[in-house]
């Protein structure tokens, strides 16, 4: 074994120690000079992608056994990763310092998660995946618990690590099933053993794999496993919240295209029926409920369960091109998310949260060019045309079509359409409502300039989608 | 040629476009530079095609220039067929068409609309153009559309007037009556021929002929005349004919050179080149022939009588106007269509000439337009003075003006027409024709004698200010003059008797009243001399002229009494015939209370109430139901993944 065999992880690699040199040299930084630390983490992050670029093998390789892969997937999903959050701690910098929290705590754990979501991207085998998996974990329940002041911040924290705790030993149980009964824990294993010996498909399989469903379901906040989303979405503080709401949906679409894909295709029949079940529950759920929101953050996070309804069905569809429109639909989500919750940090201040949809009453007036790009991230969740969002949803209710389920893609549409309710309302609060608040915005200006090239991303994405679509093909075939 | 076809069509489109949208950029000279630049090209153009087609002897052209959609078999093209028809015409238009252009530097000129109203009077040529160029119907019917579009546009110009915004809204909705006739005959001759395209459909005339349609429950019609009943009612509604005419008056509320364009000289004449056109389907239908010829005998006679009475210079004009559609309509319905294009030409001719004439007069009496305080202004306006007297002459027919020829040669053809001895039908045609001739001249020199003769009825500060008006405005007028007097002499032997038309319009051999007349015909000076003899339309014309000159300058106190004398007629004709009573009180009426009655029981009630808000309503008790689901404690949430995770093995064990 030689330097080069450990290659395709380098990027977990280097990551790795920059977090540790960012941690260390945050330790001789004084608060006044706190920035330094986001700037590093900065560094880190574009440092990242140009390892995961420039060392990326030719072909797709398996390193430490069939532990660890490379694929084309995994490096355009650690780019993505890496880039949102490069784009939350952004947008979260000047919130920080206003609100007196810029730590760097905040940005070392935000990285530590990264590396998480990056091994969960690249596992080969399910332990591999449940390392990763518990490294993003754990960095989450303590960003969420970051404002040690805020009881609300606490209480969230404290419901998330209980019911993630619940999650992961229902998937590590899963994963005692599936080893029992396949002898393996590698994806490729698995996968072989099932497709030889097709008497191992069969109950104490099946049973290992509905645990492996419900880990896989609660980390996406798919319903009935998603009653922790809105509680964190809202107690977390809206950087936090920025964080859970981007970067991990791109894990948790890496854990389940290998654990269902990868290692139990084989099983395809019996996980598509439980998987149509959460998918059209949160679609359902997700929508209506997000109606009765006054909060925007809780309303963005049930609208995050309905999106997620529409990824699952798209894996559920269970073909090539489904795969790619849940990799497709999943990479735009996140960059919309990102800039919805962005709108919100930019419109938050020292002692003043936007946490209330009417909050963003009359920003037309106040900012005619941010309500515009507010306005291009809730057409483009909404699925208004030409905004990126209505490809994403017509590439799902598409491979559904064909996959033969008219009946669920009406009822995407209709989920839609009561989806556009809640979207257009925020719409409607920013042009036809007299501002309450008058102040003004105080991000810097290369963070106005990111969210607006966020937005504009939204609108040039849906005009011009098919070099992405043609990407996600490639990348999955 | 084709290039040329193209170019008369696209250089008004392209000077509208420009003018509309890039007004402020070009200014008010260059809009008007630019859009009379066009039109005069369209003109010269339109020339040399009537003279590559009638002098040259060229041949009929008719292509597809762009196939916009192929849908069943069904194509849907846009084409030129050129023949004489379309090239006299194109002719006509362009011609009105600049010097309405020319004429409009004087009269619009401290408007601030300026540059928007030449963009429209462009952008009504073109279409026009279409119009009268297509050889589908499709194209027909959209430049059938667009040129009512910009009347209607035209006639609201001044939008923030209470009485335009009436009357254009009137003009359209009275039109969507027409248009929606129109549209079901297109229908219909698709319905048979599967084609939009008119030779295919000219060919299959006589297939469709044979056929018979069920309209109201089982009884057959005649499937052809059902299609021309219906085109014909298209026509109606553009041509303004009775009972369809009702906007045509208060079109007036427009800017006079679009009376003078629109609603006197091009537009309105669509109907009547387009029954032209279709001459080869109306031939094979004598009803619908008979609906023509009736409909067109009483607005012939009944909108003259109308004249009489009004005291708005424009609207005198108008109501002739509609008379004069009334005949060209009964030569129509008499098949001399020949002649019915004919009088279209020459009232083009004339009518715009009143019209501009009557613009001037308004222009110089600072836009007063009631003819009751007007007299004696001959003095101040002779070249005005002179070109009204030369049209009002040749509106009257008076012999050797343009009108002459067109009208007696309609009158005879009238006469001698295959209804004869056909009993009602004939009779009601040729005495309205006739009459009408009496009335024509009573109110036109009613007219002319109110405003250039007589007392000096206006104030004195206007008086005062009375001049003639700028040469923008004479120029026109001089120029429309010399063809109102002598065009008919000229043309009448070629067009009239010479098989001008040929093959563009179809007449069945025992309809050809004109080919007949043409027997008779020995050139100009013979028609004009035996035109004193051969019936009395010359002597009803001279009538109508002395009884004017009798009652409104010889005993100017006489018309008054005569109004009271006979009231009960007088408020008949001062209301028209209570036409717009019974349009806006009875259709507009009953249909705002149908509109009402769907909106608030059906759209109100019924689509917003329960489908709608109902819908939403339920939805959000959905969302405020459940939403409680999310009680915030920590053991519901663990609960409810148990449960789920239980669900989903008990289902396991079920599928094995």
Not at chain 2, 272 to 284: G, H, K, N, T, Y
Not at chain 2, 632 to 647: K, N, P, R, S
Request: net charge neutral.
């Amino acid at each position: 074994m030689t330097i080069s065999d450990f290659l395709p992880a380098a990027p977990e690699i280097s990551l790795l120690c920059s977090i540790c040199a960012v941690l260390l040299i945050d330790l001789f930084i004084s608060d006044e000079k706190r920035v330094v630390t986001f700037w590093l983490a900065l560094v880190a992050l574009l440092l990242n992608i140009w390892v995961v670029v420039v060392s990326a093998p030719p072909d797709p390789t398996t390193i430490f056994d069939g532990s660890y892969i490379y694929d084309p997937l995994s490096q355009v999903l650690k780019v993505a990763a890496t880039a949102v959050v490069a784009l939350g701690f952004f947008y979260a910098r000047d919130y920080l310092r206003q609100v007196g929290m810029l730590k760097g705590e905040f940005f070392v754990l935000g990285l530590f998660g990264l590396l998480g979501i990056m091994i969960m991207i690249s596992a080969g085998s399910l332990l591999t995946m449940y390392l990763g998996l518990e490294t993003l974990s754990l960095a989450l329940y303590a960003l969420v618990a970051f404002d040690r002041e805020s009881p609300q911040a606490a209480e969230s924290a404290m419901k998330y690590f209980v019911l993630g705790a619940i999650a992961s030993g229902a998937l590590l149980y899963g994963i005692s099933w599936i080893y029992g009964v396949t002898g393996s824990l590698k994806f490729a294993e698995i996968s072989q053993s099932i497709a030889v010996r097709p008497e191992l498909n069969d109950v104490p399989l099946w049973f290992g794999m509905a645990f492996l469903v419900v880990g896989i379901a609660f980390k996406f906040g798919a319903v009935p496993f998603h009653m922790w989303l809105p509680d964190v979405y809202q107690g977390a503080r809206s950087p936090v919240t920025l964080y859970i709401a981007s970067a991990p949906k791109l894990a948790a679409l890496a854990l389940i295209l290998r654990v269902l894909v990868d290692g139990l295709e084989g099983l395809h029949g019996v996980w598509q029926g439980m998987v149509m079940v959460i998918a059209v529950l949160s679609l359902v759920i997700g929508n209506v409920v997000a109606i009765a929101q006054s909060n925007i953050k809780r309303m963005l996070g049930y609208s995050a369960i309905a999106h997620v309804g529409f990824i699952l069905l798209a894996v559920f569809a269970g073909s090539e091109a489904g795969y790619a429109a849940s990799l497709f639909y999943t990479l735009t989500y996140v960059i919309m998310a990102a800039g919805a919750f962005g709108m919100v940090l930019l419109l938050s201040r020292q002692g003043f949260e936007a946490e209330a949809i009417a909050d963003f009453k009359g920003l037309n007036a106040r900012s005619p060019w941010f309500a515009l790009m507010m306005l291009f991230f809730m057409f483009g969740m909404a699925g208004v045309p030409p905004w990126v969002g209505f490809f994403a949803k017509l590439n799902v209710i598409n491979v559904v079509l064909d996959a033969g389920f008219p009946g669920l893609a009406i009822l995407m549409v209709l989920a839609s359409v009561v989806g556009a309710y809640y979207y257009l309302r925020v719409v409607w609060y920013m042009y036809f409502e007299r501002a309450e608040d008058k102040s003004v915005f105080q991000a810097g200006r290369d963070t106005r300039a990111l969210l607006s090239l966020n937005g504009l991303a939204v609108l040039a994405l849906g005009i011009a989608p098919g070099w992405l679509l043609a990407l996600c093909l490639a990348v999955i075939g | 040629m084709q290039t040329i076809h193209l170019t008369i069509v696209l250089a008004p489109l392209l000077a509208a476009i420009v003018a509309g949208l890039f007004g402020k950029q070009i200014g008010r000279a260059g809009a008007h530079w630019l859009t009379i630049l066009a039109v005069g090209l369209s003109f010269v153009l339109s020339m040399v095609v009537l003279k590559d087609i009638y002098w040259d002897g060229g041949a009929v052209e008719n292509y597809s220039v762009y196939t916009w959609a192929v849908s069943d078999g069904l194509r849907m093209e846009v084409g030129f067929l050129i023949d004489r028809l379309t090239a006299l015409m194109m002719v006509v238009v362009t011609f009105v068409s600049f010097m309405v252009h020319i004429y409009t530097i004087g009269y619009m000129h401290d408007d601030p609309g300026y540059q928007r109203f030449f963009s429209y009077i462009s952008l009504f040529t073109f279409s026009m153009l279409m119009l009268v160029m297509s050889n589908n119907f499709l194209q027909l019917f959209f430049g059938w559309e667009a040129v009512g579009l910009v009347s209607y546009l035209l006639i609201g110009f001044w939008f923030k007037r209470e009485s335009a915004i009436f009357a254009n809204l009137k003009a359209f909705l009275v039109n969507r009556v027409g248009d929606f006739g129109f549209i079901l005959g297109i229908a219909a001759i698709v319905m048979f021929t599967n084609s939009l395209d008119y030779m295919t459909v000219f060919g299959a005339a006589g297939d469709i002929a044979r056929q018979d349609i069920a309209v109201f429950g089982g009884s057959p019609w005649n499937a052809m005349s059902v299609i021309c009943i219906l085109l014909f009612i298209g026509a109606m509604g553009k041509s303004a004919q009775a009972p369809l005419h009702v906007w045509l008056p208060d079109s007036m509320e427009g800017p006079t050179p679009i009376s003078a364009l629109i609603h006197a000289a091009t537009m309105v004449t669509a109907g009547i080149f387009m029954v032209a056109r279709m001459s080869p389907l109306f031939e094979l239908s004598e009803t619908a022939l008979a609906v023509v010829l009736v409909i067109g005998s009483i607005t012939a006679f009944f909108m003259g009588l109308l004249g009489i009475v009004q005291n708005d210079i424009k609207r005198v004009v108008a109501y002739s106007t509609l008379s004069q559609l009334g005949y060209m309509t009964v030569a129509l319905g008499a098949s001399a269509y020949g002649a019915a294009i004919f009088h279209l030409m020459t009232h083009a001719f004339f009518k715009a000439l009143l019209f501009l004439a009557a613009g001037s007069v308004i222009i110089a009496m600072h836009h007063e337009q009631d003819i009751r305080k007007m007299g004696g202004i001959r003095k101040y306006m002779p070249i005005t003075y002179w070109t009204s007297l030369v049209g009002s002459l040749a509106l009257i027919g008076f012999p050797g003006f343009a009108g002459f020829f067109s009208k007696d040669a309609l009158i005879e053809a009238v006469r001698h027409s295959h209804w004869e001895g056909q009993g009602a039908v004939y009779w009601i045609a040729y005495l309205s024709v006739l009459l009408g001739v009496f009335v024509t001249a009573l109110y036109s020199f009613r007219m002319f004698f109110l405003v250039f003769h007589g007392k000096e009825r206006m104030d004195e500060h206007t008086r005062s200010h009375i001049h003639e008006t700028p040469a923008v405005v004479t120029v026109p007028l001089v120029l429309l003059a010399i063809p109102s007097a002598v065009i008919g002499w000229f043309t009448i032997g070629p067009v009239l008797f010479g098989d001008f038309f040929g093959p563009s319009i179809f007449v069945l051999p025992g309809h050809d009243v004109l080919a007949e007349l043409g027997a008779e015909f020995h050139g100009s000076a013979q028609f004009l001399a035996h035109s004193f003899t051969a019936g009395p339309a010359f002597y009803l014309a001279a009538a109508g002229v002395l009884v004017a000159w009798f009652l409104y300058l010889k005993r100017p106190d006489l018309p008054e009494a005569i109004a009271n004398r006979m009231s009960g007629l007088y408020t008949l004709l001062d209301r028209k015939y209570y036409f717009d009573e019974l349009w806006i009180n009875g259709f507009a009426a009953g249909g705002r209370r149908l509109g009402r009655f769907l909106w608030t029981r059906g759209d109100e009630l019924i689509i917003d109430g329960v489908l709608v808000n109902g819908t939403a309503n339920s939805v959000g008790r959905l969302a405020g139901t459940l939403r409680h689901l999310q009680t915030g404690y920590l053991y519901h949430y663990a609960f409810a993944m148990i449960i789920a995770l239980t669900l989903f093995l008990g289902w396991l064990l079920w599928l094995q």
